[in-house]
């Protein structure tokens, strides 16, 4: 874990295309003191962060982000509103590459869209 303590693993679920997980974020983590005072945010770098690490559980091996095809910030994520997340994570192995397709949402909400391409280290 890059960032420790930031996030922990409730459940993962493996699934046809994939995983299915729900992480719990720690809002008292140094990092929301930052990011931003009086009105904490999970940075979007963090997120993509999370989905790697994700994935590489999953896979069992280390990845190095490659390419991000596409990324959308549909809402914003408060840790002491929305402080439990949802991400399903489709994964697909080929020619020393992960792609992954992700969306990470809270309650009824779709927070995040991703497409990338992890490289396989």
Known sequence: MLIEGLYKIIAIEKTEKGILAKVHLDKNHDIFKG??????VMPGVCMIQIIKELT???VEKELFL???SNIK????INPEKNSE?????????????????NTTSFEDTIALKLSATFKII
């Open 66 to 68: 490659a390419v991000s």
């Open 73 to 76: 910030f549909m809402a914003i």
């Open 56 to 58: 590489e559980k999953t």
């Open 85 to 101: 997340l949802q991400l399903a994570i489709d994964i697909t192995e080929e020619n020393g590459e992960v792609k992954v397709k």
């Open 35 to 40: 990011h931003f005072p009086g009105n904490p």
